[in-house]
């Protein structure tokens, strides 16, 4: 495509061509003018040239811009016609004309006149930051584009490209003519030519003509600027913008994948064949040749293209990844070794002439293969990331070198054909270590380093936090088991029977203790990272997609990849079991075994002891996240969920009967939440993770030691699934019953009660948990549940959340229930009346569903064994011991 200067006329193109002298030069006087105090002293000495201001009809009416001008003490004048103006070409008066609107007359009146014109934008910009009005030959109506370079592409229409221009340069932008380091944005209408695929392999952003325009719409906005991220990327150009694409050789499922996201980036997608697509995007693993003959202006690229233009959110240069047919293996060694001539090819035929000997040698041999090169030490294979048996016999295939063997032996004397079980166990041992050490190097080489590496195009892929959350202590781990491979193969290469491997692992212990804990508590996170991440972020999508194919991940994504920690100290115990099985007794490495193994076990305990209050911790947040109101003093180290269950209130206390409410068992405490009536939004964190709204209201936080007595009550045609708690809380001198029926099958009543009381026991440090349950009959206690489910029960409680609002609808005062209590007391007070009297009654007329208790004189609850039923006692026996 013909680049867009040789379109312009003289006009245009000495528009673009002067744009970068004109703009210098304003720079330089601006800052004379901001900076005043760096002028020399012999400009000191020539004269002063006063500034006064001249505010054109509209801006004389703004009393934001009389503010302003008077806050930078700059004088200034009104009038609404130029006439007025009879000394504007005065050499010691500088006129600045303040217009609001740059497409009247007037302002082109003033443009043609050379005039200095200023929007009202800039006078408020300048009085914000405390500056004097910047110098400009060209009219500045805003500063939204100030110091921001920028550079066209692709516009055939002269007028358009004019229009672009000067609103640029109304916004405080500069125009270069010709691309370079110094542009900051370049304005595109064509994915095509050498300034597009210079900007992409620089990273700077590609920007849309409507960028240009959007700005301008916010010309007034102070405080805008148009290279705000969250403003600019929604006017990037899409990396397959202008193209139509088709894709052969993929699934079902993957050809849907891709459309889907071609159309997210802006391009269009046809069938195979159809003569309109600029793209033929094929899956080279499959695809051997292809089915028709393509046309010249149709590219023929890899899928690596596609994934590729996607992470750099730019389209991707396809000279570097059009499709070819594949040659087979042979053909191409041939090849390369036709072509070796240099000076030193006769040292590299011979080399290449023993490596070919070596691999046509019986592999068989000798278990280690030629040591690799330096260059080859980090290039992994297929087969060392997917054979963790590594057994001799499997290690041959077809006469070649195994992949997944070891590193070479430092000697070079073979060593015999047979040998002893304890050896086949150790290298056993030392051949997976080695393949583990690799999978750690390619997570950490493919995956994490550019994922953390500064100045990628498009801008970074992940957040920071992100990535840790992903990788975790993998580095860290990786360093432990690099030590580990290293003494193994020490100690292969040096191999007796005698020789201690325990001592290898008793070694390193501590350091596996101290680095695998926090990536194995926070596994599951980081698989939930990388889930979410792929579908919210397309370049995330296409840097697995990209880095997955290649073959040192041996086709398996990255969470199969980071699932390998996991797995590799129970597979490091099986060996080591394996290998002391193979030891003689009287072997010192035997007893150095059994203690490895037991150092190993109290790893995994504690990883898993670890891991137990990692998640118990977790569940406490999600607790905290989801009831409304919660108190902040749920959250402590001490402190783990038990168990969660759904129940409906069967009395006033709490809630309404009938309501829902759910129970948070903890180990020392019980927090009771009702279902809330009006669920709020959602609640979204400062890294754009969203969770969902709080769907419970916090009811209130009981400790266990409240709890005096637990209720089983007792299954009848009225009464289902219920139980009873007679609490007291330190507020109250009376004990209070709250009931409940459950909602859910699991789990079961009896077990729910054990459990509780359990917990109840062990907070008042008592033994006895089972003296806390007694068995009650409902009508004792004037609890049923017949009538839960009826429509009247439900018409019921509606009827009393609509008597409530329109109680608190027509409460004037809106006196709190506190602040009621303490001024009835003060009255009862000054009428002579005890306070306590006073708060007794208050508290017993609350206590309507439990009249039974409510009378009850003393708070020990000494009649209660009248009515309970104690499990496993007598009935004569007594009960106050309990409360």
């Known amino acids: 495509m013909a680049d867009n200067s040789t379109m312009l006329s003289e006009t245009g193109r000495s528009l673009l061509a002067d744009s970068s002298v004109l703009d210098s030069k304003i720079i330089e006087n601006s800052k004379e003018n901001i900076f005043p105090g760096s002028v020399s002293d012999v400009e000191e000495e020539m004269p002063q040239i006063e500034t006064r201001v001249v505010l054109v009809q509209e801006a004389g009416k703004r009393e934001e811009l009389l503010k302003a001008l008077e806050e930078i003490k700059m004088p200034y004048i009104k009038m609404d016609t130029i006439e007025e103006l009879g000394d504007s070409d005065s050499p010691e008066l500088e006129t600045v004309f303040v217009v609001t609107d740059f497409q009247d007359s007037i302002f082109n009146n003033l443009y043609k006149a050379d005039c200095r014109v200023v929007g009202p934008p800039v006078v408020l910009h300048c009085a914000q930051k405390g500056e004097p009005l910047p110098f400009s030959c060209r009219p500045l109506y805003c500063a939204s584009m100030l110091n921001l370079v920028l550079c066209f592409t692709g516009f055939r229409k002269k007028d358009e490209l004019v229009k672009l221009v000067t609103l640029v340069h109304h916004m405080g932008g500069i125009i270069r003519r010709d691309f370079s380091s110094k542009v900051t944005h370049l304005v595109a209408n064509s994915t095509q030519g050498d300034k597009f695929r210079i900007a992409v392999s620089l990273g700077t952003p590609i920007m849309k003509a409507e960028w240009i325009y959007k700005a301008w719409e916010k010309r007034n906005e102070i405080d805008f600027c148009a290279a705000d991220d969250d403003f600019r990327n929604q006017f990037k150009v899409p990396p397959f913008q202008g193209c139509m694409l088709s894709f052969l050789g993929f699934s079902d499922e993957e050809k849907a994948n891709m459309e889907e996201m071609t159309e997210m980036q802006g391009g269009c997608y046809l069938p195979v064949g159809d003569e309109r697509c600029t793209h033929l995007v094929v899956e080279e693993n499959t695809v051997k040749d292809l089915p028709f003959e393509p046309l010249k202006k149709l590219y ?12 750099m959110d730019a389209r991707a240069g396809e000279s570097m990844y059009l499709f070819e047919k594949s040659e087979s293996p042979g053909l191409k060694k041939s090849v390369s070794l036709l072509s070796l001539n240099t000076p030193n090819s006769n040292r590299k035929r011979r080399r290449l002439k023993e490596t070919l000997a070596q691999l046509t040698r019986e592999t068989d041999m000798s278990p280690f293969p030629p040591r690799k090169r330096p260059s080859a030490e980090h290039s992994l294979s297929i087969g060392s990331l997917l054979d963790i048996s590594n057994t001799p016999e499997s290690s041959t295939t077809n006469g070649e070198t195994p992949k997944s063997c070891a590193r070479p032996s430092k000697n070079s004397t073979p060593l015999p054909l047979k040998q002893s079980a304890r050896w086949q166990v150790a290298k056993e041992l030392y051949q997976t270590e080695s393949n583990y050490v690799d999978i750690l190097t390619t997570i950490i080489q493919l995956f994490q380093v550019p994922l953390e590496k500064e100045g990628q195009l498009g801008g970074p892929i992940l957040a920071q936090e992100e990535i840790k959350t992903i990788f975790g202590s993998i580095p860290d781990i990786l360093d432990v088991h690099t030590k580990i491979k290293e003494d193994l193969e020490d100690l292969m290469m040096n191999w007796t029977e005698n020789r201690s491997i325990g001592d290898i692992i008793l070694k390193y212990s501590k350091d596996l203790l101290k680095t695998y804990p926090p990536f194995v508590n926070f596994f599951e996170m980081s698989k939930e ?33 980071l699932i390998r920690p996991v797995q590799r100290l129970p597979s490091v115990a099986l060996l080591l079991n394996d290998l002391k099985k193979h030891t003689a007794e009287e072997n010192p490495d035997k007893v150095t075994l059994e203690r490895a193994i037991e150092s190993l076990k109290e790893v995994m305990t504690h990883i898993n002891e670890d891991k137990r209050k990692t998640e118990a911790q977790r569940q406490i947040f999600d607790v905290v996240y989801e009831v409304d109101g919660c108190p902040a003093n749920l959250l402590s180290s001490h402190r783990s969920l038990v168990q969660r269950l759904e129940t409906v209130a069967l009395g006033d206390d709490l809630c309404d009967r009938g309501e829902q409410v759910t129970l948070f068992l903890f180990n020392d405490c019980l927090e009771i939440a009702r279902k809330r009536h009006k669920v709020i939004g959602a609640f979204k964190s400062p890294h754009g993770h969203t969770r969902p709204p709080a769907c419970l209201k916090h009811v209130v936080l009981m400790p266990l030691s409240q709890i005096k007595k637990v209720l089983d009550i007792r299954e009848t045609e009225d009464c289902h699934k219920a139980f009873a708690l007679v609490v007291r809380p330190p507020t109250e001198q009376n004990n209070k019953l709250l009931s409940f029926q459950m909602t859910t099958e699991e789990p079961h009543k009896e077990d729910w009660l054990r459990m509780l009381c359990r917990h109840v026991a062990n907070t008042i440090c008592k033994a006895d948990a089972e003296n806390l349950i007694y068995i009650v009959d409902p009508d004792s206690i004037e609890v049923n549940t017949k009538d839960m489910d009826s429509t009247l029960s439900r018409a019921s409680r509606a009827i009393k959340k609509t008597s409530k609002k329109v109680t608190r609808a027509f409460s004037f005062s809106k006196t709190p229930k506190r602040a009621l209590r303490r001024a009835l007391m003060t009255h009862s007070a000054a009428e002579g009346r005890s306070p306590c009297s006073t708060n007794e009654s208050y508290i017993g007329s609350r206590l309507t569903s439990t009249s039974s208790l409510a009378g009850v004189p003393s708070p020990s609850l000494v009649s209660l064994p009248s009515i309970f039923e104690k499990r496993s006692h007598t009935l004569s026996r007594s009960t106050t011991h309990l409360i």
Do not use: Y
């Not at 290649?550 to 199969?560: D, I, M």
């Open 300 to 311: 023929v690229v890899k899928q690596e293209w596609f994934w590729g233009s996607i992470q």
């Open 529 to 561: 990272t990388i889930t979410r991440c792929e579908k919210q972020k397309p370049r995330f999508h296409a840097f697995l997609k990209i880095n997955q194919a290649k073959p040192e991940c041996g086709r398996q994504s990255l969470a199969e990849l």
